[in-house]
């Protein structure tokens, strides 16, 4: 019986353990809150209508499903995945596995980008956007029926990925003067 208790404690001891470290999260983050603000937010010398829009429908072109578009507050909200937005970054592409059956073996892994963003008018034909991307990722295998789920604070750490959404958002302001 005691030997079933001392089995019984190191079980508990070991399953807090592995428990505690698998959620653990430690900021890693090594730049300044400045150098990702920097990342995250662009100037343009646009009208703030204009800067809106063609931000909103960027990310319906690259298929970010707006949750939320609130054009007197200046506040977005989207989610959408890498492997499905168009060209967003070649780092983070993602080509799927076509394996039939065999696919419902082996651990599953997908990944959730949810922007936020926000627009302001910082003065006549003058808007800042600021755009702030996090990353949800889980892998789910049907060997073990709990998903695992680590939530990564934020993009920042790949500011190749903000390059190319703001450069996109670039280009559909310069197609929007350019049919007036």
Same mark, same amino acid.
């Given at each position: 019986?005691?030997?079933?208790?001392?089995?019984?404690?190191?079980?508990?001891?070991?399953?807090?353990?592995?428990?505690?470290?698998?959620?653990?999260?430690?900021?890693?983050?090594?730049?300044?809150?400045?150098?990702?603000?920097?990342?995250?937010?662009?100037?343009?010398?646009?009208?703030?209508?204009?800067?809106?829009?063609? !931000?909103?429908? %960027? #990310?319906?072109?690259? =298929?970010?499903?707006?949750?939320?578009?609130?054009?007197? *507050?200046?506040l977005i909200t989207a989610y959408g995945t890498?492997?499905?937005?168009?060209?967003?970054?070649?780092?983070?592409?993602?080509?799927?596995?076509?394996?039939?059956?065999?696919?419902?073996?082996?651990?599953?892994?997908?990944?959730?980008w949810t922007m936020s963003g926000t627009i302001?008018?910082?003065?006549?034909?003058?808007?800042? !956007?600021?755009? %702030? #991307?996090?990353?949800? =990722?889980?892998?789910n295998s049907i060997i073990s029926s709990a *998903?695992?789920?680590?939530?990564?604070?934020?993009?920042?750490?790949?500011?190749?990925?903000?390059?190319?959404?703001?450069?996109?958002?670039?280009?559909?302001?310069?197609?929007?003067?350019?049919?007036?």
């Open positions: 019986m005691k030997n079933l208790h001392s089995i019984k404690i190191i079980f508990i001891a070991l399953s807090l353990a592995i428990f505690s470290n698998a959620n653990a999260q430690q900021n890693a983050q090594d730049k300044s809150s400045t150098d990702i603000q920097s990342i995250q937010t662009r100037d343009y010398k646009k009208p703030y209508k204009d800067v809106f829009r063609s !931000v909103v429908s %960027v #990310l319906q072109d690259n =298929k970010f499903k707006v949750s939320s578009a609130d054009i007197n *507050s200046g890498p492997q499905f937005t168009e060209n967003m970054h070649k780092g983070v592409a993602y080509i799927p596995f076509i394996g039939g059956l065999l696919s419902m073996a082996r651990e599953e892994k997908s990944e959730q302001e008018e910082m003065g006549k034909n003058n808007t800042r !956007v600021r755009l %702030v #991307l996090t990353s949800d =990722k889980s892998t *998903s695992d789920t680590m939530k990564n604070d934020d993009l920042a750490a790949n500011p190749e990925v903000y390059q190319d959404l703001f450069a996109k958002i670039d280009k559909a302001l310069f197609l929007r003067d350019a049919t007036r």
